[in-house]
C-alpha cells in the first residue's frame, strides 16, 4: 500500500514537472505575443496623426463654424507626436522607418493644414502685419516640407543599397521649430488677433529657415547620393534587362 502511495506521488511530480516545461515556452509565447502587439504602439499613433490631418482638413471646409473642434483635434494630433516618441524610447523601437514615418506625418500635418486655413482665409487678417503676404509663409513652410519629403525618399533609395546607413536625426531646431509652427495654425483656428498669428509667423519662418539649414547641414549628403543611388540603381537593373 504504501508503495503505490510513493508511486502515485511520484507519478504526479512527473506530470507537474511535464506540465510546468509546456506552460513555459507557452508563456513566452504569449509574452512575446502582446510585447509585439506593444511595439505598434508608436507607428499607430504616427499613422493616427495623418488621419487626423484629413478629419480637420475635412472639418475646416465642411464646417466652418466648427473650428474649436478642429483645434482642439489639432491639439491632439500635436500631441500624438509626443506620444509615439515616447512611446519608442520607452518600448525600445526607434529605428529609421519610426524616424522617417514620424516626420513624414509631422510634414502631412502641418502643410494641408496651412494650404488649407490660407485657402479658407483664416490667415486673411495678416496681410498688413506679415511681410509680402502670407502667402510668402505658407510657401517657405510647404517648400521646406516638399525638400524633408524628398530627403526621406531618397533615404530610402540609399538604404536598399546601403542597408547600414543610418537616417539623420532631427536637430534641436527642427525640434523646435515644429511647435511654433503648429502654434500658427492653432491661432488661426481659433480666430485670435491677427497681430499674435502674424508675430507666430514672423517667429516661425525664422525658426524654419535656421531648421532648414540645420538639417541640410546635417543631411545634406542624402540629396547627391540618393540622386545616384536611384539612377544608378535603375541603370543597374536596365543593364540586367538587356
Do not use: H
Amino acid at each position: 500500500m504504501r508503495s503505490k502511495m510513493l508511486n502515485c506521488i511520484a507519478e504526479r511530480r512527473v506530470f507537474s514537472g511535464k506540465a510546468a516545461q509546456t506552460q513555459g515556452p507557452e508563456r513566452r509565447v504569449r509574452a512575446a505575443a502582446g510585447g509585439s502587439r506593444f511595439r505598434m504602439i508608436p507607428n499607430i499613433l504616427t499613422g493616427f496623426r495623418i488621419f487626423l490631418a484629413v478629419v480637420i482638413m475635412s472639418i475646416i471646409i465642411r464646417r466652418p463654424d466648427d473650428l474649436k473642434a478642429a483645434a482642439g483635434l489639432f491639439l491632439v494630433a500635436i500631441f500624438t507626436d509626443f506620444l509615439d516618441g515616447q512611446f519608442a524610447r520607452r518600448l525600445k523601437q526607434q529605428s529609421d522607418f519610426g524616424a522617417m514615418f514620424d516626420l513624414t506625418a509631422d510634414r502631412l500635418l502641418m502643410s494641408p493644414l496651412l494650404i488649407t486655413i490660407l485657402a479658407v482665409g483664416l490667415l486673411n487678417g495678416t496681410r498688413g502685419a506679415y511681410p509680402v503676404s502670407p502667402i510668402l509663409y505658407v510657401v517657405i513652410i510647404v517648400y521646406a516640407d516638399i525638400s524633408t519629403l524628398i530627403g526621406i525618399f531618397l533615404f530610402t533609395m540609399i538604404k536598399r543599397r546601403n542597408p547600414s546607413a543610418a537616417f539623420p536625426t532631427p536637430t534641436l531646431i527642427v525640434k523646435a521649430a515644429y511647435p511654433v509652427q503648429a502654434s500658427v495654425v492653432f491661432f488661426a483656428l481659433l480666430k485670435l488677433k491677427p497681430e499674435l498669428i502674424s508675430s507666430m509667423m514672423c517667429l516661425a519662418t525664422l525658426f524654419t529657415v535656421l531648421a532648414f539649414v540645420s538639417y541640410l547641414r546635417k543631411g545634406g549628403w542624402i540629396f547627391p547620393q540618393g540622386m545616384k543611388a536611384l539612377f544608378g540603381g535603375r541603370r543597374d537593373e536596365e543593364e540586367e534587362a538587356g
